[in-house]
């Protein structure tokens, strides 16, 4: 599809065919969850219909299928974030449970009384609270990267932060609430000049640009399979070998072991140590094929178009007198945090559907954002590479009604 015009791309995506209350549907709520093209959708269908089984297990033919669709996916996922090895690319069942997953076999093995996590003021509350938790079980202590008004993070204050107690650093690539794309390189470096592994949440960066986990040098990176035009129940968790390696299992169970006695379990190698239990695979099977949709298309193109959608966006929501823009950082990534000027946003949504326009409004899983900029919430629109000037348009024209209705 590298020579498709959008037109024809977007109307691969027979959801956003559809009309609200009269108005086509301008689907602006893809940081929330993207949509999926009909190529995953009859890729899902297919492995329903003529593949499905359990995985790992069987010696029969359908068995073999759905382990071979299950682990071709894994070899799509390495490749679309250049992982040295598809043994590194664990199966969650999305970001959330794989931040979960190193705080407690990571986490719960090696941090220790008195020691030290550092997120940043930017991080969605999947990043933020697994930490807590486990601060709160060891005694340890929770540091943050400060922001600025802009919403960007002050990494200057790192070093400040870093100490000998620091034990892990914990940072967005972009952040959901505002669409900063944060400086993980240099993150990444700073920490591992004091030795300290870097956990990147990649939610909002991997559907929006081309990510290589080992050109950041990332320890861990997480992401969803449900804002990258894939299925929900799926994510992933990469992490380097030796650190998956040195961790202990999440979860106990069926596939994650080599051995069984009832004095001594020995764990499967990675991926497997991580995945107990029957994983989603026809979620799997949907991020592989969402994978392979994005790369026909190719990430690059989807930046630089989701590039100019925004800054279209941005100028047009700008020419409204009674909006502010909330994060004004020059690296954004496909999402415009606002509000109009004494409306609720939850309001502001609300009137939108009616004109059609999905958006998101609230404190995004971020309230601490919320807080630092001194808002209970926003509104929030965020683009996908399907979204179109007509989708803005319509933005603009539902803005506008709600001006009129409450003056
Ligand atoms: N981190 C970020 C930046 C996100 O945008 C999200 C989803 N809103 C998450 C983490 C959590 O993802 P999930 O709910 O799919 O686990």
Redesign the pocket.
């Known amino acids: 599809r590298s020579d498709w015009t959008w037109e024809q791309i977007r109307a691969e995506f027979p959801v956003l065919r559809q009309s609200i209350d009269g108005h086509p549907l301008s689907y602006l709520d893809n940081?929330?969850?993207s949509q999926m093209p009909q190529e995953v959708i009859d890729r899902l269908t297919w492995y329903q219909s003529a593949e499905h089984s359990n995985v790992h297990r069987g010696v029969h033919t359908l068995s073999q299928k759905a382990t071979d669709a299950y682990e071709k996916a894994r070899e799509k996922v390495a490749r679309f974030i250049n992982a040295p090895d598809s043994a590194q690319c664990i199966f969650t069942?999305?970001?959330?449970?794989?931040?979960n997953l190193v705080m407690h076999g990571w986490g719960r093995k090696f941090v220790e009384e008195g020691d030290e996590i550092i997120v940043t003021a930017l991080?969605?509350?999947?990043?933020i609270v697994p930490w807590q938790m486990l601060c709160e079980e060891k005694g340890a202590t929770l540091k943050v990267i400060p922001m600025t008004d802009a919403g960007e993070l002050v990494v200057d204050e790192l070093p400040t932060l870093l100490s000998d107690k620091t034990k892990m650093v914990c940072v967005?690539?972009?952040?959901?609430?505002l669409g900063t794309v944060n400086p993980v390189e240099d993150i990444i470096e700073q920490a591992h000049a004091h030795g300290v592994p870097v956990l990147v949440?990649?939610?909002?960066a991997v559907p929006h640009m081309k990510v290589d986990v080992q050109a950041l040098d990332a320890d861990f990176y997480?992401?969803?399979?449900?804002?990258m035009c894939g299925p929900?129940g799926i994510?992933i968790l990469y992490g380097k070998r030796e650190l998956l390696e040195a961790m202990n299992p999440f979860m106990g169970g069926g596939d994650m072991i080599r051995t069984v006695t009832f004095e001594k379990t020995e764990y499967a190698p990675i991926p497997h140590k991580f995945e107990a239990g029957t994983p989603s695979i026809l979620a799997v099977v949907g991020l592989g094929a969402a994978i392979d949709y994005l790369e026909s298309i190719g990430m690059d193109r989807i930046a630089r178009r989701e590039a100019e959608l925004l800054e279209y966006a941005t100028q047009r929501i700008e020419e409204l007198d009674f909006i502010r823009i909330l994060g004004t950082a020059p690296n954004k990534a496909s999402v415009i945090s606002f509000e109009v000027l004494g409306v609720h946003p939850h309001d502001v949504g609300t009137i939108l559907d009616t004109e059609g326009v999905a958006i998101r409004a609230g404190h995004?899983?971020?309230q601490p954002v919320m807080d630092r900029l001194g808002v209970p919430a926003t509104a929030r629109a965020s683009l996908a590479f399907y979204n179109n000037k007509d989708d803005v348009d319509a933005l603009i024209g539902a803005l506008q009604t709600v001006k009129d209705i409450f003056g």
């Open positions: 940081a929330a969850s069942r999305g970001a959330t449970e794989g931040v991080e969605h509350h999947a990043n967005s690539h972009v952040s959901n609430a949440d990649g939610c909002q997480v992401f969803s399979g449900h804002k929900t994510g995004h899983c971020a």
